[in-house]
């Protein structure tokens, strides 16, 4: 059952699943998706991201969302640096928007509002990033422009998500 395959995994994650005939199927692991969690450091601080890199996942990004807890956000990938604008079409959850550079750099941070559908752009035309969090907790944990993402492990999630890091610019080398 469905049920049974969700416990062998977490075993598995545990490393208490015995050795048994399905463990080779299980090594083959499907990508992982929109609704992974993935832990990314910003600035000293380790977030728990979920990571959106199609259009539609964009689209969608925190609509209707309102289990988002602190510490936890959403981080957009883009392939190329650009300006970027977000909204709020749908979304109960007050949230911060930090638009970071293609070097992994925070520039620039703005509320966003519930159900505000004006647009928040960004200033710069180079931002490659932009990560959603809790309205506050930039400020609450002192994260603030100037600090750096950790762009190692936003390429280990681009791979653990299926993405071939080298389709985005600044994951050249």
Not at 19 to 44: H, N, Q, R, Y
Not at 115 to 129: A, G, K, L, T, Y
């Amino acid at each position: 059952s469905a049920a049974s395959d969700v416990y062998k995994r977490q075993l598995l994650v545990l490393g208490v699943l015995p050795a048994c005939g399905k463990a080779d199927s299980v090594e083959k692991t499907e990508p992982k998706t929109a609704l992974d969690w993935f832990d990314i450091k910003m600035g000293e601080l380790t977030v728990r991201t979920q990571l959106v890199v199609t259009t539609p996942e964009m689209q969608r990004g925190l609509m209707g969302r309102r289990d988002l807890e602190t510490g936890q956000g959403m981080l957009f990938v883009y392939a190329q640096p650009q300006q970027v604008s977000f909204w709020m079409r749908n979304t109960p959850t007050a949230l911060d928007i930090g638009y970071i550079s293609g070097d992994g750099v925070l520039r620039e941070i703005y509320p966003l509002h519930p159900f505000d559908e004006n647009s928040v752009p960004s200033r710069r035309d180079d931002i490659q990033f932009a990560l959603e969090v809790k309205q506050g907790w930039f400020e609450f944990v002192n994260i603030k422009p100037g600090d750096q993402l950790d762009l190692e492990a936003v390429k280990a999630a681009l791979e653990a998500r299926g993405f071939d890091p080298l389709r985005f610019a600044n994951f050249e080398n």
